[in-house]
Structure formats: structure tokens, C-alpha cells
């Protein structure tokens, strides 16, 4: 029998910081009353998302990914992914579909103007298993864009990742 520990053992996510990008000049969404607690392979989140014009699509994202030691010391650039065209990509998969909702009312494509609020909503994180991430303390800053490359909403992110809570 093989046993495999990193597929059985919980992960606790600690969100040190998540919140709009500090450089962004008139942005179409934002983000607002943020509040995240780690739980074991999920976190939960409350927060508001105020859209103050249409974002239609194509939508593109970009993230960067850093990687640092818990002590968030020796951070280095471990990934960027850029994605065309999200719209499409979470239409056809129910996963990515999940996250969108979680907020009330759910987000779509095109994304309306209004408010949309998330209220202790469950995020599983198994997407984040795809990259070696045990007790590492992660930065990342996800882009969105829409067809002129024009950043329409910049959301930043840290999390500490342990095995133990």
C-alpha cells in the first residue's frame, strides 16, 4: 500500500491580505469589506464588489505569483499565467463556475454595473494544489483586462500556506 501524505494532509490557508491593488486610477471594480478566514483546504469570504461600469467580454487575466519563506523573506517570481478570454473558460467549466457563485448576485459575463456582496462563502482551494505549496507564504496579483489592455480591476494577495493550523 503507498501512501501518499501531501494528498491526505489538510492545508490552512492564512489570508494576511486581500484587497484592490494600491496603484490603480479609476478601476471598473473594486473590492470592499474583505474580510477571510483560512480554514483546513479552503478559506471563507466576505467581501463586496462594486462594478462601476460594464466589463464585457473578452476579459483577460494575468497573474503573478511570488514565492517566499514563511518568514516573507527570499520572495522570488515563481509564475506568471496569462489567460484569454475567462468568460469562455468559465462558462465551460463548472469548477471556475463555483467561484463565481459565491457572490449574491453571482457574477457573469458580461459583468454588470451594481453591487455584488459575498457573505462567509466557502472558497475551496484545490487549485492551488497544483503547485508545490507546502509552508510557503505566497504573493499574488491578479489583472484583469479587457480588450485594449486596459487594467479594469487589480486584486492583491497574500496567503501563508501550512500544514499545520
Excluded at 490603480?24 to 461600469?53: F, H, Q, W, Y
Excluded at 516573507?72 to 469548477?95: A, Q
Aim: aromatic share 8%; glycine share 2%.
Amino acid at each position: 500500500m503507498l501512501v501518499f501524505p501531501s494528498a491526505t494532509m489538510a492545508k490552512y490557508y492564512n489570508v494576511v491580505t486581500y484587497d484592490n491593488c494600491k496603484h490603480m486610477d479609476n478601476p471598473a471594480a473594486t473590492l470592499s469589506n474583505v474580510k477571510v478566514a483560512g480554514k483546513p483546504n479552503a478559506i471563507e469570504l466576505s467581501a463586496t464588489l462594486d462594478v462601476t461600469r460594464e466589463i464585457e467580454p473578452p476579459v483577460h487575466m494575468q497573474l503573478s505569483v511570488k514565492r517566499c519563506n514563511l518568514q516573507k523573506e527570499g520572495c522570488e517570481t515563481y509564475e506568471h499565467i496569462s489567460m484569454e478570454d475567462i468568460c469562455s473558460k468559465i462558462e465551460s467549466n463548472p469548477i471556475l463556475h463555483k467561484y463565481m457563485d459565491v457572490f449574491n448576485p453571482p457574477l457573469s459575463c458580461p459583468l454588470k454595473k451594481g453591487r455584488y456582496v459575498a457573505e462567509k462563502s466557502e472558497l475551496k482551494l484545490h487549485m492551488l494544489e497544483m503547485f508545490p505549496i507546502e509552508n510557503a507564504f505566497w504573493q499574488m496579483e491578479f489583472r484583469f483586462m479587457n480588450k485594449h489592455n486596459q487594467t479594469m480591476q487589480c486584486d492583491f494577495v497574500e496567503i501563508a500556506v501550512t500544514d499545520k493550523e
